[in-house]
């Protein structure tokens, strides 16, 4: 189960938990939905507070990987620029060699 689901699991349990143990207390109907309105607030409060925490901690993640994927991407732009110019040296020497042997042969 994922971390965002038990929270909400959680935060649920509490909500539901909370008015049932205020529903069945021997209080005046307005006491009642006092505690009610209270509690609900509270838990309203820590689900907001959660919420933002996670959704720091994704942009966090977000953020990293953007930054290892440039990373990532000019390591591997430069490695293919390297063995492109290794490639071409490695031709132009083979071409070179070539040409010297088809010279010494038509001589």
Known sequence: MST???IIAIAAGVIVGA???ILFAPDKGEVVRGKLKDK???AADK???RFNETKENFGK???ET???LGEKFSETKETIGEKLKSGAKEASSTASAAASKAKKATS
């Open 40 to 42: 609900s607030e509270e």
């Open 61 to 63: 993640k977000v953020n």
């Open 4 to 6: 965002q689901k038990t």
């Open 66 to 68: 953007k930054e290892n």
């Open 19 to 21: 008015a049932a143990g």
């Open 47 to 49: 689900l907001g507070k």
